[in-house]
C-alpha cells in the first residue's frame, strides 16, 4: 500500500524557519495532489498548503501566506514545506496527505477530495513543530 511518511519537526525558537519534508512510497499512481495539514490536540486538522499537479495550481492558507512555501520534487514522490518566521502560533503536529485519484482540489491550502474515494487520500503520522516565544 501507500505509505506516507514525515520528517523535520522539532523545536524551534520564534522567528526560526523549518524545512518538513514528506516521501511517499508504495503507489504504483503518481499522485494527483499533496498537501500539509497542522492540527493541535482538541481542534480539528487544519489545510496549510497544497499542489493540484493536474493544473499547478498551489494554494496556502492566510495564516501561512507568505511565510510558507510548498514544493516537490520532479518525481512527486518527496514534498516539502519550508517555514519562515515561525510563531508560537505555527505549534502543531503537522501531516502530510497524498492523493492518487484526480477527484481532488486545493483551495485556501485545504487539500479536498470527492469524499466517494477519500480511501485515496493517504496520510503520514506526523511531525511535531514546537515554536517558542
Known amino acids: 500500500g501507500v505509505e506516507v511518511m514525515e520528517s523535520g519537526g522539532g523545536p524551534v525558537p520564534a522567528g526560526g524557519s523549518l524545512r518538513l519534508s514528506c516521501e511517499v512510497s508504495?503507489?504504483?499512481?503518481?499522485?494527483?495532489?499533496m498537501g500539509w495539514f497542522r492540527q493541535v490536540p482538541g481542534k480539528e486538522r487544519m489545510g496549510v498548503a497544497g499542489?493540484?499537479?493536474?493544473?499547478?495550481?498551489?494554494s496556502y492558507a492566510s495564516s501561512v501566506k507568505g511565510r510558507f512555501t510548498i514544493s516537490v520534487d520532479n518525481a512527486k514522490t518527496t514534498l516539502y514545506l519550508q517555514m519562515n518566521k515561525l510563531s508560537p502560533d505555527d505549534t502543531a503536529m503537522y501531516f502530510c496527505a497524498a492523493v492518487t485519484t484526480p477527484r481532488c482540489t486545493v483551495v485556501d491550502g485545504f487539500l479536498a477530495v470527492d469524499p466517494k474515494f477519500h480511501e485515496q487520500k493517504h496520510w503520514g503520522r506526523g511531525t511535531q513543530v514546537t515554536v517558542s516565544s
Open positions: 508504495g503507489s504504483t499512481v503518481t499522485p494527483y495532489c
Open positions: 499542489i493540484d499537479f493536474s493544473d499547478g495550481d498551489i
